[in-house]
Nanobody, 115 residues
Framework: QVRLVESGGGLVQPGGSLRLSCAASVSIFSAYVMAWYRQAPGQQRELVAQITSGDSTNYADSVKGRFTISRENAKNTVYLQMNSLKPEDTAVYYC?????????WGQGTQVTVSS
């Protein structure tokens, strides 16, 4: 059973930074595509960033230049460094692990950007 545990969310002022972490209990972490999604109230869940097993990354246009996704295979962990946060970044952030047709989700962590 794959388990994903996110951490690092919280309340931050506009312009601030947060780093989210997602620890995965999988047998071959390096084989998974890892991604961060977010869902704001009343909105659909959207892809924020993803990183492949070969460390290729892609980002939503709304976060390019501000967010950075990275992975540390030795720790079975993926990170999302979020800088220059804006109120519109407020959402629950979810970690996803994906391989082939199988996808797994974490429970989510709340990020609130407000003064």
């Amino acid at each position: 059973q794959v388990r994903l545990v996110e951490s690092g969310g919280g309340l931050v002022q506009p312009g601030g930074s947060l780093r989210l972490s997602c620890a995965a209990s999988v047998s071959i972490f390096s084989a998974y595509v890892m991604a961060w999604y977010r869902q704001a109230p009343g909105q659909q869940r959207e892809l924020v960033a993803q990183i492949t097993s070969g460390d290729s990354t892609n980002y939503a246009d709304s976060v390019k230049g501000r967010f950075t996704i990275s992975r540390e295979n030795a720790k079975n962990t993926v990170y999302l460094q979020m800088n220059s946060l804006k109120p519109e970044d407020t959402a629950v952030y979810y970690c996803q692990a994906r391989t082939g047709l199988l996808g797994y989700w974490g429970q989510g962590t709340q990020v609130t950007v407000s003064s």
